[in-house]
């Protein structure tokens, strides 16, 4: 699976849009990208993934660029509780045997929502 | 999504002793996974928990260590065996309804090898 590049740290305002970048340039075709968010001392929550098309959930819109190189998650209105380490993770499909698409976790972006 | 259970939530246990950690899901699910989580760092995939057979290990993990069970698609269960202080982390259970969906993760078990 390709490797992802995100900021270690952004800050955003509470009630502003957090617009949290991910680059993966090396993305192959039939690769998703995902994004999770793990909020302090629990486990890692799901937020919404995209193949090549923008996505959008209750939670937050994914827009991926035409050549897929990169994308951004987008929280239109940031709240304290979404102070949290933000991860892109870029996916292959399952190939069978031990060749499944798995999840590798980088180090992830801390967003930190400030009032 | 499917709601997992993870018991214990916490323990504290003395070095060169065993712990079982439970992973139960509310629903059948095709795959199901074993994390580990070390004190400041990311999440590592320790392996694959195959119904009916042995787990899928990856790198730098091996079986006598942290052996993994998974009699049926809701229950799995992974031990961390002998442990050292260098053991102490959370370990997460994740689980997947398919092949190529997304992965829900437990809360976690936060371990203290002391």
């Known amino acids: 699976d390709a490797k992802t590049t995100q900021p270690t740290s952004m800050d955003c305002a509470e009630g502003r849009a957090a617009n949290l970048p991910c680059n993966h340039s090396?993305?192959?075709?039939?690769?998703?990208v995902y994004w999770y968010r793990q909020i302090h001392s629990q486990g890692p929550q799901y937020i919404i993934h995209?193949?090549?098309n923008n996505e959008t959930n209750e939670m937050a819109s994914l827009i991926i660029t035409e050549d897929r190189k990169s994308s951004t998650l987008i929280l239109p209105h940031a709240t304290l509780r979404d102070t949290a380490v933000y991860y892109c993770?870029?996916?292959?499909?399952?190939?069978?045997?031990?060749?499944?698409?798995?999840?590798?976790f980088g180090q992830g972006t801390i967003l930190t929502v400030h009032p | 999504s499917a709601v997992i259970s993870q018991k214990p939530s916490r323990d504290i246990c003395q070095r060169g002793t065993s712990l079982t950690i439970q992973c139960q899901v509310d629903?059948?699910?095709?795959?199901m996974f074993w994390y580990r989580q070390q004190p400041g760092q990311s999440l590592t995939l320790i392996a694959t928990?195959?119904?009916?057979?042995?787990?899928?290990?990856e790198s730098g993990f091996v079986i006598d260590k942290f052996p993994i069970s998974r009699p049926n698609l809701t229950f799995s269960t992974l031990t961390v065996s002998n442990m050292s202080p260098e053991d102490s982390s959370i370990y997460l259970c994740?689980?997947?309804?398919?092949?190529?969906?997304?992965?829900?993760f437990g809360q976690g078990t936060r371990l203290t090898v002391v």
């Open positions: 994740s689980v997947q309804q398919g092949m190529n969906t997304e992965a829900f």
């Open positions: 090396t993305i192959s075709g039939n690769e998703y």
């Open positions: 995209g193949l090549k």
């Open positions: 993770i870029v996916r292959g499909p399952y190939a069978g045997g031990t060749s499944y698409g798995k999840l590798t």
């Open positions: 629903s059948q699910v095709t795959m």
């Open positions: 928990a195959n119904q009916g057979s042995e787990a899928t290990y």
